[in-house]
């Protein structure tokens, strides 16, 4: 609701992440728009932001901005290494590998 910082500078600054984290929640009860989730309902959710992440990277590469590259190869990374998937990746990974061959082979990766 407080709208997006981005992921680096919540990882360089986790006490900034979680004053954010409590400050949104408390607006979010204000709202009415607070749910609590399950630790393995809030893990789906951040398996599906990433999954969500990395098809916008690929749309933008397809477009030409090679500025995400990097980004692309750590969240991937991070997909694929993650032990508590709810979601079976594989189909969704072979698909945006497939998008993206070109993109890395071009660059010479």
Do not use: C
């Not at 006490?15 to 009860?29: C, F, R, S, T």
């Not at 749910?35 to 309902?41: F, G, I, N, P």
């Not at 995400?68 to 750590?74: G, M, T």
């Amino acid at each position: 609701m407080l709208g997006d910082i981005p992921a680096n500078t919540k990882h360089n600054f986790p006490k900034l992440k979680a004053h954010l984290e409590e400050i949104e929640e408390g607006v979010d009860k204000d709202n009415n728009v607070y749910v609590d989730l399950s630790l393995a309902e809030r893990s789906l959710l951040h398996q599906a932001d990433k999954l969500d992440m990395l098809f916008y990277i690929v749309e933008e590469r397809e477009r030409g901005n090679i500025g995400l590259d990097s980004v692309y190869a750590k969240v991937s990374g991070w997909l694929r290494g993650m032990s508590d998937v709810h979601v079976n990746t594989s189909i969704l990974m072979a698909d945006l590998d497939r998008r993206t061959l070109p993109f890395w082979s071009f660059n010479g990766r």
